[in-house]
Each structure stands twice: as structure tokens, then as C-alpha cells.
């Protein structure tokens, strides 16, 4: 058979590992799910043996367990510790070099051209975040070269999720069902085959390369309902009214009380896949012949980071919190036009004294007195 975007097709388990062998032929770095011994986190891998089959995860506030079992699934695992930012984004990247010339220096731009990468196994989620970062590194004129670089060159296919762990709340944010930004999405049924649809020409011509056949009612059916029970697993649920919520409650004593658990840690910016907080640092030789310019990721949660002459504007823990809860989702809204949470629940789950972005919003919510004269409602 002959598949049309948006046309959907079935191969066999079998044929997700043609599909590893294709892309790593093209050139791709193949990176997705990978159980390292500790934790299910996104990799370059060789093969489809590298993928987590029959691992599980479950997850709640400061707490990620993995389980395995005899099951042919090797999307089974909710999401890696971290987002596709990482690959996309780099925690530490080198900007420019200089070397010493005559009486000055001669800038040296980075030469190393970097491999193109597909990523397996992206969800609903991570696909928003994608779109956000994409948005965020483009816009009002700005163009940051080496997200957008690494972007054009990226593969995605995604796997719709069939299941929720306890922190997942993505269907606050228009989640799970995956609907577009894809090249390739995939279902994974119980049987170990694969439910696939092209979104682009690039997914056409990996389909072209696999044993194809037209589904069955049944797994149609099955593929369908996926996105459903992800939906109806999850408990955790984001206030709609968050933007406004945030912005007429930055005195809440709500922000004293989180501040006496919150370590200011950092994790849950680490961790997230749409913050982009960085700070730059220049480096050179003992010969003071070549300097470096690298950037890194940061934290606002740091205290350093709001450091201007006469010290830091956010001393307390209270103030950094919520810096990063009313940015998330209140003030990103006028920055970029939506919210900063795409609902991936990866802040609870990896936040060490499991606090919940959720809970904190409804409790400001329970002391809220609405909008008072004079505000906008």
C-alpha cells in the first residue's frame, strides 16, 4: 500500500526496528527512551534493542518509580526525566572563541556541524513545548542560530499516550491527543504493532521503506481510545483562570508558606521543557591567548540570577518561587502568547520535597477575593 499524509497504516514490531536502521542510513542520531539503570531518560541509541521494553513508570510528588515486566511495549514509560530541549537547547554550549591577534583578537565562529537528530517517542506534551520554544527563539525578530539550526534538521515521530501517571495534567493544556508538529506519529496497540500516520513528506518516505497494511476496525478503535485513557487517568487538573489568578495575588501569603518547603533546588526549571533561562560566561587560557564564550543553562531559582549592582531583586525563596510560578503561567502570556506549561507533571515529580504547581494555584484560588474595583476581571 501506498500511504497519503494523514492516511494511517499498521507495521509490525519488526518494522520499528527497520525504522531505527533507516534513520541512523540517512544520518539521523537516532535519540529517544532509554532505561540507563537508574531512570528512563531520552538517548542516542543503536538499535530498537535499546528501547525500554516492558518498563513501566509510576509517578507522584517528589517520587519516580520503574517497574518491568515480560510486556512487548517499549513506549510504556510516560516521558524521559528531561525534554527534547536538551538536544535542542543545549545545557552548555560554546558561542564563540577568540584568539589572541597581534594587538587584538580574531573572533572564531563554532565549525563543528552537527548531525541531525530524530526523536522517538515525543508526546502530546513535549510536542506543545517544541512549539513554544520554536516561537520564543524566533520571534520579534530574534533567531537564535543554534536552536533554529538544530530544529530544521530534526525528525520527530511521536507516540500518543495510552496512559497517565498520577502527575501527568496535560489535559489542562490541550493534551493528550496529538494533532500536529509531527513528521511521524505513531500508536502502539497491544499486539506490538504499530499504527502509523505520515504528518509530513519526511514521514511519507520513512513509511515508504516499511512492510505496510491496511488497519483493522479493531485497531483503529484501539489507537482512538489511547488518548482517552490518558485523559480520564488524570487526578491533577490546572486552574483555567491561572494568567489572572497569578497576576492580582503577588502578595498571597501563599508564597511564604511554599518558601518553607521549597529548597530553590532548581529542578523543576531543569526539568521543565519550555524554560530557556541561561547565563553566559567567558573563560580563557593561562596564556591569555584564546577565550571562550560559553552559555549555560540557569535557574531562577538561584539567587544570583537577579544580581544587579546592590544585590540580588529576589532575596527570599518566597520572591523566587513565585518569579517562576507567575512567569510559567501568567506573564508568559503577554511574552509569547500562551502559557509556559504544556502539563507534563515533570515539576512535581522531580521537585526533591514534592511540590505541586497544581496545589499551589488552587490554594491561591481558595483565599482569592476576585478582581477588585478598578481591575480587569
Not at 512487548?72 to 530541549?85: E, L, Y
Amino acid at each position: 500500500m501506498t500511504p497519503g499524509i494523514g492516511s494511517k497504516s499498521v507495521f509490525s514490531s519488526d518494522g520499528l526496528a527497520t525504522l531505527v536502521s533507516i534513520l541512523r542510513n540517512q544520518g539521523y542520531r537516532v535519540i529517544a527512551p532509554h532505561y540507563d539503570g537508574v531512570a528512563v531518560a531520552y538517548a542516542e541509541i543503536e538499535t530498537a534493542a535499546d528501547l525500554p521494553q516492558g518498563w513501566s513508570d509510576e509517578a507522584e510528588g517528589g517520587k519516580v518509580r520503574y517497574s518491568k515486566s515480560v510486556s512487548p511495549s517499549r513506549f510504556a514509560t510516560s516521558q524521559g526525566v528531561q525534554g527534547w530541549k536538551r538536544y535542542l537547547y543545549p545545557p552548555r554550549q560554546l558561542l564563540f572563541s577568540a584568539e589572541r591577534a597581534g594587538s587584538g583578537f580574531r573572533v572564531v565562529e563554532p565549525k563543528n556541524k552537527e548531525a541531525p537528530m530524530a526523536f522517538l517517542g515525543v508526546r502530546s506534551c513535549e510536542l506543545r513545548a517544541i512549539a513554544i520554544q520554536d516561537h520564543l527563539f524566533s520571534q520579534n525578530g530574534f533567531a537564535e542560530p543554534g536552536y533554529l539550526g538544530r530544529r530544521r534538521g530534526a525528525l520527530i515521530i511521536a507516540v500518543e499516550c495510552s496512559r497517565a501517571v498520577s502527575t501527568c495534567f496535560c489535559a489542562s493544556a490541550d493534551g493528550p491527543e496529538i494533532e500536529a508538529g509531527f513528521d511521524l506519529k505513531l500508536n502502539e496497540l497491544a499486539s506490538g504493532d504499530y499504527l502509523a500516520e505520515a504528518g509530513s513528506e519526511k514521514g511519507l518516505v520513512l513509511l515508504a521503506h516499511l512492510i505496510l497494511r491496511d488497519p483493522d476496525k479493531a485497531e483503529l478503535a484501539e489507537a482512538a481510545g489511547q488518548a482517552e485513557a490518558a485523559k480520564a487517568g488524570q487526578s491533577r487538573q490546572l486552574d483555567p483562570e491561572a494568567k489572572d489568578l497569578l497576576a492580582r495575588n503577588l502578595e498571597s501569603g501563599r508564597w511564604r508558606k511554599v518558601a518553607e518547603r521549597c529548597l530553590t533546588c532548581g529542578n523543576c526549571t531543569m526539568v521543565c521543557p519550555t524554560c530557556f533561562c541561561t547565563t553566559v560566561e567567558d573563560v580563557t587560557d593561562l596564556t591569555g591567548t584564546h577565550a571562550e564564550r560559553w552559555r549555560s543553562w540557569d535557574s531562577c531559582f538561584t539567587i544570583d540570577y537577579a544580581h544587579i549592582a546592590g544585590g540580588s531583586l529576589r532575596q527570599e525563596a518566597s520572591a523566587r518561587y513565585r518569579q517562576w510560578i507567575t512567569h510559567k503561567l501568567s506573564t508568559w502570556h503577554g511574552q509569547f502568547g500562551s502559557s509556559g506549561c504544556v502539563g507534563c507533571g515533570r515539576c512535581i515529580a522531580w521537585c526533591p520535597v514534592g511540590i505541586d504547581i497544581t496545589e499551589e494555584v488552587a490554594a491561591i484560588r481558595a483565599e482569592d477575593r476576585g478582581p477588585q474595583k478598578g481591575e480587569a476581571s
